[in-house]
Structures are given as structure tokens and as C-alpha cells.
């Protein structure tokens, strides 16, 4: 697989806490696309994990994006997009640091949308990703 991160000039960073967010532009020439669902705070029974607790929910569905992946054979290097649904955005920018220690390695083209709400009250953040396999 090829893959270029591009990050135009003309177009601001997008930093908290000293980190990249994510890369305005993604290119990829690749033969295997993976699409991964909207993923919520949910153990592997269904349950809520981190009731009110955003930080512990964006770690819950990075474990679960992790899973669904490897399933997949890809792993969290293969993000080329997310796009990530949040009930609280700046409660959300507190806790970058758990974002990057999922999709850092990839740095993908994301896009963040604040939300009234998710699938069920208790949550507060879902993330979809797209990935991409030679």
C-alpha cells in the first residue's frame, strides 16, 4: 500500500496539548478497504463502559476499533479517516492525549462533530473509521 500524509500550507494545524490532531489530506493507492462501524463504550456484553466519563469511554472505543481491525487483519497504523461523533466537544479536547494513543500512529484525516445525542444517554463519543490494506 501507498499512503502520503499531506499537510497543505495555507491550511492551520489543528494542535492541543503539543499534539498533531489529525492530517487535512490522505492519500492511499491501496487494493483493500476496511469501513469500521461507529463505535460506542460498550464491554463485550453490550454494557456501558465509563457511565459519565469520557476520558474511560474514548478508551473503551479505541480498544474496540482495535478489535474490530484486527479482525479485519489491520491494525490502528491502517486508519486513513475517522470521523467522530461527541456529545460534550470540549469535554472531548481534555482527553486528547487517549485519542493519540490509538490513532497517533496513523495520524488519520478526521472529522469531529458535537451531537445532542448518541445511540443511548450514557454515552458520550462513538468513532467510524475507514481503513486501507495493500
Do not use: C, W
Amino acid at each position: 500500500m501507498s499512503r502520503r500524509n499531506i499537510q497543505p500550507k495555507g491550511l492551520a494545524l489543528r494542535v492541543v496539548g503539543g499534539e498533531v490532531l489529525y492530517t487535512h489530506v490522505v492519500v492511499v493507492e491501496a487494493r483493500k478497504v476496511i469501513f469500521i462501524s461507529g463505535q460506542l463504550a460498550r464491554d463485550e456484553h453490550g454494557g456501558v463502559v465509563g457511565a459519565g466519563d469520557m476520558r474511560a469511554q474514548i478508551r473503551q472505543v479505541g480498544e474496540n476499533i482495535t478489535r474490530a481491525l484486527a479482525a479485519a487483519g489491520a491494525s490502528l497504523r491502517d486508519i486513513v479517516k475517522t470521523t467522530t461523533y461527541v456529545t460534550d466537544i470540549e469535554e472531548f479536547f481534555r482527553h486528547t492525549d487517549v485519542r493519540m494513543e490509538f490513532l497517533g500512529p496513523a495520524l488519520p484525516a478526521s472529522t469531529t462533530i458535537e451531537v445532542t445525542r448518541l445511540a443511548h444517554p450514557d454515552f458520550m463519543v462513538e468513532i467510524e473509521a475507514v481503513a486501507v490494506l495493500e
